[in-house]
């Protein structure tokens, strides 16, 4: 009997315990259920581990859980499809980006982000569809306009993906990425491109008489660039020649284009022969580089590098680029900073320069190159240019320049140049 009621006391204890153990736990779990994260917390706490820590499992299971509790919260499930873009998962983000369409149609975030989704997975045609359909709701937004500039730019419709640049920096004209795109696109609007250019330079000491340069050049756009023939016509030295050349600026990517050119005189007023090249990348955050080289022979070759960053800040373009010349002993570094500023749209600015040392991109000093010390020989420089375009296909030029040379060792004197010319598109 003795042992039979300690085991039936044992129990009873045991389920006592029990009983009070389950009371805790429930009332635990009531306060927890009493005060949870609030969907806008757990979408702080998503968007920290997906932007900060690059943590996207995570975030996605806590943006599931906010969702869970605020299911027509639309800007957390537009969040929802980005981080599946991001962590490409692009089946999953199409899905949540449609869901969220089908209840709010044109919705402005979730139409730009399921356009990139799409423009970035090589589906321009699908993503012109979804940033159209945006607009037809927000046609004055900002990202969904640039986006679609991108995609026709990416379909190679220019002209159309100019027209609607040109509307987004009359709205916004410090919108950098819009104005980087513009230059991008550059040309490829009309096929054909004719100019007429003339410099005039006078020299206080260097040389009696005055030079004067006439240019000549047609433009062409093809499917992977442009191709510029050129024929300058000058007189220096109280002799006259002609020299010929050739530009093109094949496209290889919307990231990668290159310089290439090559040019031909008999005339020694000229170098008998000229090339260069540079390869160019368009940047994040509205930034250009690009890397190459010149070459120039006057009977004898001289190589010249250079490296260029550029960059566009608000209406404002900034490029800063050095000419490298190596020789047995040393290397020669001249330096150009350029800036504009747009006025409106790509071909109408002001432009500032300032430099020292020579360039090969300046017809004026090339022949210095021919001293074999020459590449020592100190310059500094000062330009300013306007350019206008009217009715779009006809633009209008001038640029003044004065420049102090050292021509010969210790021996300086001044460039004075005024520069005029006209394009005309068709």
């Given at each position: 009997?003795?042992?039979?009621?300690?085991s039936?006391?044992?129990?009873?204890?045991?389920?006592?315990?029990?009983i009070?153990?389950?009371?805790?736990?429930?009332?635990?779990?009531?306060?927890?259920?009493?005060?949870?994260?609030?969907?806008?917390?757990?979408?702080?706490?998503?968007?920290?581990?997906?932007f900060?820590?690059?943590?996207?499992?995570?975030?996605?299971a806590?943006?599931?859980?906010a969702?869970?509790?605020?299911?027509?919260?639309?800007?957390?499930?537009?969040?929802?499809?980005?981080?599946?873009?991001?962590?490409?998962?692009?089946?999953?983000?199409?899905?949540?980006?449609?869901?969220?369409?089908?209840?709010?149609?044109?919705?402005?975030?979730?139409?730009?982000?399921?356009?990139y989704?799409?423009?970035?997975?090589?589906?321009?045609?699908?993503?012109?569809?979804?940033?159209?359909?945006?607009?037809?709701?927000h046609?004055?937004?900002?990202?969904?306009?640039?986006?679609?500039?991108?995609?026709?730019?990416?379909?190679?419709?220019?002209?159309?993906?100019?027209?609607?640049?040109?509307?987004?920096?009359?709205?916004?004209?410090?919108?950098?990425?819009?104005?980087?795109?513009?230059?991008?696109?550059?040309d490829?609007?009309s096929?054909n491109k004719?100019?007429?250019?003339?410099?005039?330079?006078?020299f206080?000491?260097?040389?009696?008489?005055?030079?004067?340069?006439?240019?000549?050049?047609?433009?062409?756009?093809?499917?992977?660039?442009?191709?510029?023939?050129?024929?300058?016509?000058?007189?220096?030295?109280?002799?006259?020649?002609?020299?010929?050349?050739?530009?093109?600026?094949?496209?290889?990517?919307?990231?990668?284009?290159?310089?290439?050119?090559?040019?031909?005189?008999?005339?020694?007023?000229?170098?008998?022969?000229?090339?260069?090249?540079s390869?160019?990348?368009?940047?994040?955050?509205?930034?250009?580089?690009?890397?190459?080289?010149?070459?120039?022979?006057?009977?004898?070759?001289?190589?010249?590098?250079?490296?260029?960053?550029?960059?566009?800040?608000?209406?404002?373009?900034?490029?800063?680029?050095t000419?490298?010349?190596?020789?047995?002993?040393?290397?020669?570094?001249?330096?150009?900073?350029?800036?504009?500023?747009?006025?409106?749209?790509?071909?109408?600015?002001?432009?500032?320069?300032?430099?020292?040392?020579?360039?090969p991109?300046?017809?004026?000093?090339?022949?210095?190159?021919?001293?074999?010390?020459?590449?020592?020989?100190?310059?500094?420089?000062?330009?300013?240019?306007?350019?206008?375009?009217?009715?779009?296909?006809?633009?209008?030029?001038?640029?003044?320049?004065?420049?102090n040379?050292?021509?010969?060792?210790?021996?300086?004197?001044?460039?004075?140049?005024?520069?005029?010319?006209?394009?005309?598109?068709?």
């Amino acid at each position: 009997m003795i042992k039979i009621h300690f085991s039936y006391e044992k129990r009873s204890t045991n389920l006592r315990q029990l009983i009070v153990l389950s009371f805790f736990l429930i009332c635990c779990l009531d306060v927890q259920a009493q005060s949870p994260l609030s969907p806008d917390e757990l979408f702080q706490r998503a968007r920290k581990l997906a932007f900060d820590d690059k943590n996207y499992i995570e975030a996605i299971a806590i943006t599931k859980q906010a969702l869970l509790i605020s299911p027509d919260y639309t800007d957390i499930r537009v969040f929802l499809g980005r981080i599946y873009t991001y962590s490409d998962k692009p089946d999953s983000a199409r899905v949540t980006f449609k869901e969220v369409l089908t209840k709010t149609p044109g919705h402005e975030d979730a139409s730009l982000a399921y356009g990139y989704l799409e423009f970035w997975n090589d589906n321009p045609e699908q993503a012109l569809i979804i940033t159209s359909e945006g607009l037809k709701f927000h046609e004055n937004s900002e990202g969904l306009l640039l986006l679609k500039a991108k995609i026709l730019n990416d379909l190679k419709r220019y002209k159309e993906a100019n027209i609607i640049l040109s509307s987004l920096l009359i709205m916004n004209p410090k919108l950098n990425e819009a104005r980087a795109l513009t230059a991008n696109i550059g040309d490829f609007e009309s096929r054909n491109k004719i100019g007429l250019g003339y410099e005039y330079v006078h020299f206080d000491k260097q040389f009696d008489d005055p030079w004067k340069l006439t240019i000549v050049d047609y433009s062409r756009q093809t499917d992977i660039g442009s191709i510029t023939g050129r024929v300058n016509f000058a007189n220096r030295f109280k002799k006259s020649g002609t020299q010929f050349e050739l530009d093109a600026y094949p496209r290889i990517s919307n990231t990668f284009y290159t310089y290439l050119s090559g040019g031909y005189s008999n005339a020694g007023i000229f170098p008998k022969y000229r090339a260069g090249f540079s390869l160019y990348a368009n940047l994040p955050s509205a930034f250009e580089a690009d890397a190459g080289f010149r070459m120039l022979n006057f009977g004898s070759k001289t190589w010249i590098y250079t490296l260029a960053i550029g960059k566009y800040y608000k209406s404002y373009w900034f490029s800063l680029r050095t000419y490298l010349t190596p020789s047995s002993n040393s290397v020669s570094q001249s330096l150009l900073l350029n800036t504009r500023y747009y006025l409106g749209g790509d071909d109408d600015y002001v432009s500032l320069m300032i430099g020292t040392g020579l360039s090969p991109d300046n017809q004026r000093n090339n022949f210095l190159y021919t001293d074999g010390n020459s590449y020592k020989l100190k310059s500094n420089s000062i330009s300013a240019g306007y350019r206008k375009s009217f009715k779009s296909n006809n633009i209008f030029f001038i640029r003044g320049s004065f420049e102090n040379q050292e021509y010969l060792k210790d021996t300086r004197g001044n460039q004075v140049e005024i520069g005029l010319g006209y394009v005309r598109r068709f």
